[in-house]
């Protein structure tokens, strides 16, 4: 059974960072797409950041240079590390996986962002 566990969320103050995991149980883990999306609140789910299984990166305009997003291959691991946070990054933010028809979803992190 794939699993995708996300970690590394929690409060925060305006202005502060946090770096969140998501490890996938997945075979051949190099070979998937890896995003973070996000979803506020009355809010749809919007994308963070794909990381595709060429080395390409991409990112929300909202992101504006803020938030970077690693992958680490050996350790089915993806991180995103988010800085100069503000209030409206609050949010669940959720990590993807994709290959194909392949598509997984992890349970989500809360990031709350105080002013």
């Known amino acids: 059974q794939v699993q995708l566990v996300e970690s590394g969320g929690g409060l925060v103050q305006a202005g502060g960072s946090l770096n969140l995991s998501c490890v996938a149980s997945l ?3 190099s070979h998937y797409t890896m995003g973070w999306y996000r979803q506020a609140p009355g809010k749809q789910r919007e ?6 299984s060429d080395g390409r990166t991409s990112y929300g305009d909202f ?9 680490d291959n ?17 949010a669940v933010y959720y990590c993807n996986a994709v290959r194909y028809y392949h598509d997984y979803w ?5 990031v709350t962002v105080s002013s």
């Open 27 to 29: 075979s051949m883990f």
């Open 47 to 52: 994308l963070v950041s794909l990381f595709t």
């Open 63 to 71: 992101v504006k240079g803020r938030f970077t997003m690693f992958r």
């Open 74 to 90: 050996a350790k089915n691991t993806v991180f995103l590390l988010m800085t100069s946070l503000k209030p409206e990054d609050t």
């Open 106 to 110: 992890g349970q989500g992190t809360q």
